[in-house]
């Protein structure tokens, strides 16, 4: 059955704060990196993408940072509001055989607290 | 326009039955990707087709688990001889055109909740 017992790392914030999720990636030839939002009972969401040749990309209140020495990502959230209480999760592109091919990390499950 | 839909949203099903889970994709999305998530993870991936042909299926974890698409839009997961195991959230996904120089979005569906009792 499911494994139980598991637990995801969380990250709690107040309301109005900024938060600040990282992520460690595994995979040198990875070309692009993405971040995905998910919500209790939904399929993930995404939020954003950033190509291996950047190391900054900004959307509406989000940024990713990319570290390629570390092989670190990273997303900030501006202004964090209770809409953004999900879990997020980063993943990683490498093209092979054509066509692209999407590996998640574990994710980190964002409380924000009213 | 309509997103990704799996139907059933919830299966309850005993040990050693047959299951079927079904994908509708976006119109027009040709790259069709399952992944199975368990507890606490993240989407694992199972299967990519293009078109109607698997051209990977090298994350099914056994020969119990089959998938087809045969026209290219509409993909079902077959699962025979349900295990315990096997008991997880399967999540569909599809894209425009895969494999360019720049990330086709995934977009996924509510996915299937599978308990096997």
């Known amino acids: 059955g499911e494994s139980v017992g598991l637990h995801l790392p969380t990250l709690s914030v107040q309301e109005g704060d900024n938060s600040i999720i990282n992520c460690a990636y595994s995979?040198?030839?990875?070309?692009?990196f993405i971040w995905y939002k998910q919500e209790s009972g939904k399929g993930p969401q995404f939020i954003i993408d950033?190509?291996?040749?950047?190391d900054k990309r900004q959307g509406q209140r989000v940024t990713v940072l990319l570290n390629k020495t570390v092989k670190h990502l990273s997303l900030q959230i501006a202004a964090t509001q209770p809409g953004d209480s999900a879990v997020y999760f980063c993943?990683?592109?490498?093209?092979?055989?054509?066509?692209?091919?999407?590996?998640f990390g574990t994710g980190t499950k964002l409380q924000v607290i009213p | 326009g309509a997103g990704v839909s799996q139907t059933p949203s919830n299966k309850v099903t005993e040990k050693g039955k047959y299951v079927e889970l079904r994908c509708d994709p976006i119109?027009?999305?040709?790259?069709l990707y399952w992944y199975r998530q368990s507890l606490g993870q993240g989407p694992e991936f199972l299967i990519y087709?293009?078109?109607?042909?698997?051209?990977?299926d090298s994350g099914l974890p056994n020969d119990r688990f089959f998938a087809v698409r045969p026209e290219g839009s509409v993909s079902t997961l077959k699962i025979q001889r349900t295990e315990r195991g096997d008991s997880a959230v399967y999540l569909c996904?599809?894209?425009?055109?895969?494999?360019?120089?720049?990330?086709?979005?995934?977009?996924f569906g509510p996915g299937t909740r599978l308990t096997v009792l």
């Open positions: 996904a599809s894209s425009l055109a895969s494999g360019g120089f720049t990330y086709n979005e995934q977009f």
């Open positions: 995979n040198s030839a990875s070309d692009y």
């Open positions: 950033i190509r291996s040749n950047m």
């Open positions: 993943a990683e592109r490498a093209r092979s055989g054509g066509y692209q091919k999407v590996t």
């Open positions: 119109s027009g999305h040709t790259a």
């Open positions: 087709f293009q078109g109607t042909g698997a051209a990977d």
